[in-house]
């Protein structure tokens, strides 16, 4: 069963193609179904394989499937290989699954598109790109993965190349995760000195003996590993291109910076779980800094007012929920808030879709309101993935959310009082921001000036319906997950602790964030122009960002470009240019100098021969 996974690959990739080549001059109903149909394809052969790793069948470690070998000396082999294990095929599920559901999506959001084509090939070449990351079964195949989805994401951000801010976004969020990629490939160098080989099954089975915790190696191999995964996750401090690249279009916000690729660096770190385990002080690390960016991005989202950008910083925020799960030891959490943050920022994202398309291309949350009569079904779904997102209870995002906040007090060797604290302030800020997004935009009355809102049509609901089922029940297979992904991450499942003080609280605490909400809402827009105003250095800070991107231009933006401007026009023109010329300049005076002796005088040639003989013979006779 497992020999079939390599049509994962092959089903998105063949889609690709043919839609690069040929999708012109294809009918639109064959692009998009066609180009959905080769995502659905793959989620089926995921199913596949994972109805036969639940009933038990195959080795529980996992399968390495050989194509071919491609590259074998002395001592370096690589073979064109996939590991087919538990793990790959869980995050697999997420991403052919809600793939599938995103394309589906796309049909009736892109329709209108002239480049629609395009549009199904890029998305295509990304799942296939994502699919080959999390099926390496070596961190060489790993980095092609990881920069081929650098690749695709570019191409789909700036997927409306007209539109100058997209395609600068595009731009920063390349620049962002090449900056991850170089770390990457450093740690994949470094791997292979100290472990002799890239292959996960031989490295990982050498990190069982013969280490001492926070070794020098190890703890540098595990540092550079987090700025690929950090860059790939949008975590401090290289978060700054996720918002920026809400400017594509809404599907890829979807897909892209939901469910899939910025859920990439936790699955690294949870791939690479027996490498981090012998790296203690660097758990620390990534935990805090999970949790210090849930409340880092969970403050700006308080301000903005792009729906997109809300919910863009919301998915930072839950990012920050998984690393600080992986962080704390908890791998199999920190997944199983993954796959159910993929259900509803996923409706989310889809459901912002909706409203932008029935408001002519609105994206100011300022200028919607009263939705919810003419768009119910959209409405609804995105309340559904409100509770979840803020986890109240009984939706999936409670479950997981929970699941994480318990174990960073209670887990064994990394949880504390500090790391749940910040869990628990973050769920504040999640239940504020998300129920002002949702006030904002389907209560009141319309504040658009010309748009007249319509509910999108049955292949936009469609999905919408889908996804809001998996956010509310998606929490029942919590169970399921740990005992799942046991083989992988040391066969033990975790020990869910009770406490109802340390339960209770984070719901409180939503709660508490809702109910501001609420207040905000429905103090009005004069009240909340006074209180902007009282609050405004705090409100200022928070609207701009923390003033990162500010912070980078200075420090490294402006000044590589006045080292760049000094080198091209001082060291350039004066000592590249000038050596180069001159180079010339000296061999035209070389020539002009010997062009004297070349006179044309027969008898000036033969007395210069006469002299060179009597030279030579005064040279020979004398010395």
């Not at 925020?317 to 943050?341: D, E, K, R, W």
Request: charged letters at 10%.
């Amino acid at each position: 069963m497992y020999s079939i996974a390599w049509l994962i690959l092959l089903f998105p990739l063949l889609g690709f193609l043919i839609l690069s080549w040929f999708g012109s001059r294809l009918p639109k109903t064959w692009v998009g179904w066609g180009g959905s149909g080769t995502i659905g394809a793959a989620f089926g052969v995921v199913l596949l394989i994972f109805a036969s790793m639940a009933g038990g069948e195959g080795d529980p470690g996992g399968s390495v499937e050989v194509l071919y070998h491609w590259i074998e000396s002395e001592k370096f082999t690589l073979d064109l290989a996939i590991l087919v294990d538990r793990l790959s095929i869980f995050m697999l599920l997420v991403v052919t699954g809600v793939g599938f559901v995103i394309h589906v999506y796309s049909i009736g959001y892109m329709r209108e598109d002239p480049e629609y084509a395009r549009f199904f090939s890029y998305m295509n070449l990304f799942i296939f790109s994502m699919s080959v990351l999390v099926l390496a079964a070596d961190f060489f195949f790993l980095i092609v993965g990881w920069a081929l989805v650098g690749l695709a994401s570019y191409l789909l951000i700036g997927f409306w190349t007209e539109k100058r801010s997209a395609v600068l976004a595009a731009r920063k969020a390349f620049v962002m995760n090449v900056i991850g990629d170089v770390g990457m490939v450093i740690a994949a160098f470094m791997i292979f000195e100290r472990f002799g080989s890239l292959s996960y099954t031989e490295v990982f089975q050498q990190t069982q003996s013969g280490f001492i915790p926070n070794e020098g190696t190890i703890l540098m191999i595990t540092l550079l590993l987090l700025v690929g995964a950090f860059a790939k996750s949008a975590q401090l401090p290289l978060h700054t291109w996720l918002p920026d690249a809400m400017e594509g279009p809404t599907p890829v916000s979807a897909l892209i910076h939901a469910a899939t690729m910025v859920t990439a660096g936790v699955y690294l770190v949870a791939r690479c779980n027996s490498l981090y385990t012998l790296a203690p002080w660097v758990m620390y690390f990534v935990a805090f800094v999970g949790a210090a960016t849930a409340i880092f991005a969970g403050t700006i989202a308080l301000t903005q007012y792009d729906i997109k950008r809300v919910i863009a910083y919301s998915t930072m925020s839950q990012i920050g929920y998984m690393f600080l799960a992986v962080g704390v030891g908890v791998f199999s959490a920190g997944m199983f808030h993954l796959m159910t943050h993929a259900f509803f920022k996923a409706l989310l994202f889809l459901g912002a879709g909706s409203v932008i398309h029935a408001l002519n291309d609105e994206q100011d949350i300022r200028k919607m309101g009263g939705l919810a009569r003419s768009m119910p079904i959209t409405f609804g779904t995105f309340l559904i993935a409100s509770l979840a997102l803020t986890g109240f209870p009984l939706t999936a995002g409670f479950y997981s959310k929970e699941a994480i906040i318990m174990h960073s007090w209670f887990a064994e060797e990394y949880g504390n009082w500090f790391f749940w604290l910040m869990a628990v302030a973050a769920t504040g800020l999640t239940g504020f921001y998300t129920f002002r997004l949702f006030f904002y935009t389907f209560l009141g009355n319309l504040r658009h000036p010309t748009a007249h809102p319509h509910e999108s049509p049955l292949v936009m609901t469609g999905p919408l319906l889908i996804l809001a089922v998996f956010s509310l029940l998606g929490g029942a297979f919590g169970h399921s997950v740990d005992t799942f992904l046991a083989p992988v991450f040391g066969g033990a499942v975790p020990v869910h602790h009770e406490n109802i003080v340390l339960e209770t609280a984070p719901l409180v605490v939503a709660l508490v964030g809702i109910l501001g909400a609420v207040g905000l809402f429905m103090t009005g827009s004069g009240q909340l122009g006074f209180l902007q105003q009282v609050l405004a250095p705090v409100h200022d800070l928070l609207y701009n960002k923390y003033y990162v991107d500010e912070i980078y231009d200075l420090l490294i933006v402006k000044p590589v470009k006045a080292i760049g401007k000094f080198l091209e026009e001082r060291a350039e023109k004066f000592g590249i240019d000038f050596s180069v010329d001159q180079v010339g300049e000296q061999m035209r005076e070389v020539s002009r100098q010997i062009s004297i002796w070349q006179s044309g005088n027969v008898r000036l040639y033969a007395l210069n021969m006469v002299a060179g003989m009597i030279t030579v013979l005064l040279f020979v006779i004398f010395l």
